[in-house]
């Protein structure tokens, strides 16, 4: 178990690398310099995010390893974390707020390219509503990871990696090199990505519960007889 968890982690690992490395040629000969220089902007803006994550994902993953043998604890955890989830969600609306009405001033301070201001107008904001929403998924990644759900969360990473880059390579052939399109299809990408996530962790963590609820109920069972 702990060989293929390696396995698959490591594997989404390199497989990662490689999309990023091996994909820039074409999206440097769709895009041009200018337009993918804003992509480059993009993974820097996601690093930044991390730091905003400020270690709560490893966190929600070190008490959920601890909690996930008591159904008392594992509920109070829950508990705790919807809160956290809050607070992740009002950070994510406010820099999305900020990022809409500072839009002019990121595209002439930040960025100050050529490209059509339009164009530079959707992707800002396209690209900030993305970080926002990755970081949103921060948490409920690490409750996966706690569960020890490893190949399984791998298996998803490698399912969105694949939509973000090779597929986002092909939404660009289909419907034109313009770095907006680009950003527009990662929003869909981010939304069922968060969405993905939400559901296989309330349902990995609903089956905890149940588990443990079930156990005390035979536990009772087997006293009373």
Do not use: C
Request: aromatic share 18%.
């Amino acid at each position: 178990m702990l060989k293929k968890s390696l396995f698959y982690t490591y594997f989404i690992q390199i497989y990662s690398a490689l999309i990023n490395v091996l994909l820039v040629p074409f999206y440097l000969n769709l895009l041009g310099i200018e337009q993918f220089g804003l992509i480059g902007f993009f993974t820097l803006l996601q690093n930044i995010m991390m730091i905003l994550d400020g270690g709560i994902s490893s966190s929600i993953s070190r008490q959920t390893a601890i909690t996930k043998h008591n159904s008392f604890l594992f509920n109070d955890f829950l508990f705790i974390f919807r809160k956290i989830i809050i607070s992740f969600s009002f950070i994510a609306i406010f820099i999305f707020i900020f990022t809409y009405v500072m839009n002019d001033y990121i595209i002439n301070t930040w960025i100050k390219s050529n490209i059509n201001k339009d164009v530079l107008a959707i992707s800002t904001i396209s690209m900030f509503l993305v970080v926002a929403l990755k970081y949103i998924s921060g948490p409920f990644s690490g409750i996966l990871i706690g569960l020890e759900e490893h190949t399984l969360l791998s298996k998803l990473n490698f399912l969105f990696i694949t939509l973000k880059f090779p597929m986002g390579l092909v939404v660009l052939y289909i419907f034109g090199s313009s770095v907006s399109n680009y950003f527009i299809y990662q929003i869909f990408v981010s939304i069922f990505e968060l969405s993905t996530l939400f559901i296989v962790a309330k349902y990995k963590s609903h089956i905890i519960i149940n588990k443990k609820s079930i156990k005390k109920e035979e536990n009772k069972s087997s006293f009373k007889s």
